[in-house]
């Protein structure tokens, strides 16, 4: 009897340990949330993997909102862009007059 018990636990070990399957359609966000409040369990591979493809389906906050805290819109940024990029191009002029000389 006690082997018995001792293999049953151990299938059941093994079954809490295995890896959920997770819906095709779920984000990166959506998986590690569900890591987190105990839905699923996920194998390391499935969180790294996760965590590498987070940054790349939602991005940063901040890198959204840099136009709206200075009120400018894309295309006046660009239009500064480009004014800029002109005056560097433009050659500069030496201004000069002739002096006589003895």
Known sequence: MKDT???ELQALEARQHQAQPIPK???ALEV???GYRGEVKLTPQQIRCAEA???HESPRMSAVAVGYLT???F???LERAIQRSDRAR???LIEARAEPTD
């Open 53 to 55: 493809t987070l940054p």
């Open 90 to 92: 433009m050659p500069k």
């Open 75 to 77: 295309a006046e940024r």
């Open 25 to 27: 359609d779920a984000s």
């Open 71 to 73: 009120g400018d819109t």
């Open 32 to 34: 590690l949330q569900m």
């Open 5 to 7: 018990v001792i293999a």
